[in-house]
């Protein structure tokens, strides 16, 4: 089972450029979530969804935009990247809410450093 | 808002020793509280979970006690193993709030 694939696994980015962190589930799940972590702290919601055609902003939305045309995939652009955004990204999905306390399924997450 | 304490890593213990994980949360209303676990190489998957005051969850040797009183949700287990090495997220979910998530608390059980 592939559950939540994420790609890439590492990167690089110079300040100014931009890039798609793609995500992938086969699970079925309406509800996706972009999440990153930055060293010695907690994951912070970026974007979520609730199905294909609807996002809404997390906590931590500015510099980034993400779309849902469909249901298996979320992918997350940095149009700007900017040294602040260098974090770990977990891209997640679930059956329904994770808010109402359905679990929620990971991918391996995606190192990214801004130089 | 909601927000959670998670003690602070890292944490070493050889096999078979106890072990313990502190969590305490504020939240509003009657939370649910989680407990996420990320292996090495591996995205975060749950672990157990509390939904209710004085509900215990329990997975793989691990429990968590949801108390209320004491806003505290810790992580034990009897007897660790050199496979439970990994990284232990204490979340919690209140009111209309999304998931909020502790640091994260890395332990490493030597043979």
């Known amino acids: 089972n592939a559950g939540v694939t994420q790609t890439p696994k590492f990167r690089i980015l110079k300040i100014g450029q931009s890039m798609t962190l793609q995500c992938t589930q086969d699970?079925?799940?309406?509800?996706m979530y972009w999440y990153r972590q930055d060293p010695g702290m907690g994951l912070k919601l970026i974007y979520y969804?609730?199905?294909?055609?609807?996002?809404d902003k997390g906590e931590v939305p500015n510099g980034y935009n993400v779309s849902r045309s469909t249901t298996e995939d979320f992918p997350l652009r940095l149009e700007l990247a900017a040294p602040s955004q260098t974090s770990v990204y977990f891209c997640?999905?679930?059956?329904?809410?994770?808010?109402?306390?359905?679990?929620?399924?990971f991918g391996q997450g995606t190192r990214l450093t801004v130089v | 808002g909601n927000s959670v304490t998670q003690m602070e890593g890292p944490v070493t213990l050889s096999e078979e020793a106890f072990l313990t994980i502190n969590c305490t949360y504020t939240?509003?209303?009657?939370?649910?509280l989680f407990w996420y676990v990320q292996y090495p190489g591996e995205g975060l998957q749950l672990l157990l979970k509390?939904?209710?005051?004085?509900d215990k969850g329990s997975n793989k040797g691990f429990e968590a006690t949801y108390r209320k009183e004491t806003t505290s949700f810790h992580l034990e287990k009897g007897s660790v193993q050199v496979s439970d090495s990994a990284v232990y997220f204490c979340?919690?979910?209140?009111?209309?709030?999304?998931?909020?998530f502790g640091k994260g608390t890395k332990l490493t059980v030597n043979p």
């Open positions: 997640a999905s679930s059956f329904s809410p994770v808010w109402g306390g359905t679990e929620a399924f």
């Open positions: 699970m079925n799940h309406n509800y």
């Open positions: 969804s609730v199905g294909a055609g609807i996002t």
């Open positions: 939240a509003t209303g009657y939370p649910s």
């Open positions: 509390a939904t209710k005051a004085d």
């Open positions: 979340a919690v979910q209140g009111g209309s709030e999304k998931l909020v």
